[in-house]
């Protein structure tokens, strides 16, 4: 293939609301690594599709996180765009590589262990009721995302940072502008930016007057700079909100349009666990990434992939591979989907994803129980779809029961 005939960016387009882009299947039949991305710069980058190569780049850290040429793989300023490199932000160690990203993650890997997440789990079913009764309340249709999905994660990440709440129209808004597809480059480093100055700010207070509370533990420790700390805040407040709120309106819509796997849940809640894990793969709300950058020249599946040269793994394409998972279009929550890459995979995997299984285990099930009757409140085509976000979900899901 010539570099004329390379497709241009990720294809973002859905047949429906859950499937990724059809051609992604075709993709990963014909060329599960391929030249396929042109990042809007002209840089020629790789795509993997498979899942089991997908799983070896990211398990591989020759393949950088850090070292990352600012590009946007699809066709919009969502990412820095331009060829010169940015300094990565101090604390933010998603984008860093051993060692300092293990010295940083590290700090907290103690606080999000499954024992630790577990003790949470009687706060989290308290604030999932919280908003399942001011839902109730509510004057129907209601809003999932608006009233369930998006506050949960939100409080429940607030509480454990020890951010205020009432904080949280200002960070959710700026998630939201970051998160755009369409948000121009500057201004999506001034909402990070303004995001890290309000962690600063709160952690100032913290050093003088420390709570309970994960902040205020990293105020505490001498080895980490106040930037740093801004860093490592930001990154748990956004990285800890956007991605489950997703899982959950995206998850909710998904069991309303199958109907059977709800009524299985209903009747069966001890399969929640096995379900969690299959919307999660079935679903890849992280639609576009994780990316790497080769800092050398590496041999992939026969391909010769050059230092310097950017790769995109595609969760979507990876999650429905069926060299890995029977019938992958399927959703079905008695399978056993252990093994997708939701959470990504290697040093980077998901920080957060034991606090992330127990907020989707206990709000889905309470949400099922109290509302027996819950129905989309529109047809499904008007749910607006957040095929314009760097991350997938439904922007709001009306409903009524
Ligand atoms: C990393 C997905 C929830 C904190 C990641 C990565 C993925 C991911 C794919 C790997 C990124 C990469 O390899 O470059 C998700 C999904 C979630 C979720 C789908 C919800 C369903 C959370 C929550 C928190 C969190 C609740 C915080 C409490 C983080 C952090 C990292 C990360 C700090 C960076 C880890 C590192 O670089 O070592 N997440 N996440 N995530 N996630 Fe999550």
């Known amino acids: 293939m010539s570099t004329v005939d390379v497709p241009r960016g990720v294809p973002l387009d859905r047949p429906n609301p859950f499937d990724p882009s059809t051609s992604l299947a075709e993709i990963?039949?014909?060329?599960?690594?391929s030249r396929m991305i042109f990042f809007p710069d002209e840089h020629l980058g790789w795509f993997v599709t498979d899942h089991g190569l997908a799983r070896q780049v990211l398990a591989d850290t020759r393949f950088s996180s850090a070292s990352l040429t600012p590009r946007s793989p699809v066709d919009a300023p969502f990412l820095f765009n331009k060829v010169q490199k940015v300094p990565v932000d101090p604390g933010t160690f998603i984008r860093m590589d051993p060692p300092d990203h293990t010295r940083l993650r590290r700090k907290l890997t103690g606080?999000?262990?499954?024992?630790?997440?577990?003790?949470?789990?009687?706060?989290?079913?308290?604030?999932?009721?919280?908003?399942?009764?001011?839902?109730?309340?509510?004057?129907?249709?209601?809003?999932?995302v608006k009233h369930f999905a998006l506050p949960i994660p939100s409080m429940v990440i607030c509480e454990l940072l020890g951010v205020p709440y009432e904080e949280r129209e200002q960070f959710e808004a700026r998630t939201r502008h970051m998160f755009s597809l369409s948000t121009k480059p500057?201004?999506?480093?001034?909402?990070?930016?303004?995001i890290q100055g309000f962690i600063a700010a709160l952690?100032?207070?913290?050093?003088?007057?420390?709570?309970?509370?994960?902040?205020?533990?990293?105020t505490?420790?001498?080895?980490?700079?106040?930037?740093?700390?801004?860093?490592?805040?930001?990154l748990l407040l956004v990285a800890g909100h956007e991605t489950t709120a997703n899982m959950l309106g995206l998850g909710t819509f998904a069991l309303l349009e199958h109907p059977e796997q709800a009524a299985l849940l209903r009747s069966e809640p001890e399969l929640m666990p096995k379900a969690?894990?299959?919307?999660?793969r079935y679903l890849s709300v992280i639609h576009l990434g994780p990316r790497r950058e080769a800092i050398e020249d590496i041999e992939l599946a026969g391909h010769h992939i050059k230092k310097g040269e950017q790769v995109l793994i595609?969760?979507?394409?990876?999650?429905?591979?069926?060299?890995k998972f029977d019938d992958p279009d399927v959703l079905d929550v008695t399978r056993n989907a252990t093994g997708h890459l939701a959470f990504g995979h290697g040093v980077h995997q998901c920080l957060g994803q034991q606090l992330a299984r127990i907020e989707m285990r206990t709000a889905f099930d309470a949400l099922l129980r109290r509302f027996p009757t819950l129905r989309l409140a529109v047809p499904a085509e008007e749910v607006p779809l957040r095929t314009d976000m760097g991350i997938y979900g439904v922007h709001s899901l009306p409903v009524t029961w």
């Open 314 to 323: 595609s969760v979507p394409a990876a999650n429905r591979d069926p060299a």
């Open 220 to 234: 505490r420790d001498e080895d980490l700079t106040d930037d740093e700390l801004a860093g490592m805040g930001f």
């Open 186 to 194: 500057e201004d999506r480093l001034s909402h990070m930016k303004a």
């Open 203 to 218: 952690a100032v207070g913290k050093r003088s007057d420390p709570a309970d509370d994960l902040l205020s533990d990293l």
């Open 111 to 144: 606080v999000f262990t499954v024992r630790r997440m577990n003790e949470l789990e009687d706060r989290v079913s308290q604030i999932v009721d919280l908003h399942l009764d001011a839902m109730e309340s509510q004057p129907r249709p209601v809003d999932l």
């Open 276 to 280: 969690v894990e299959e919307l999660l």
């Open 28 to 33: 990963r039949a014909t060329r599960p690594v």
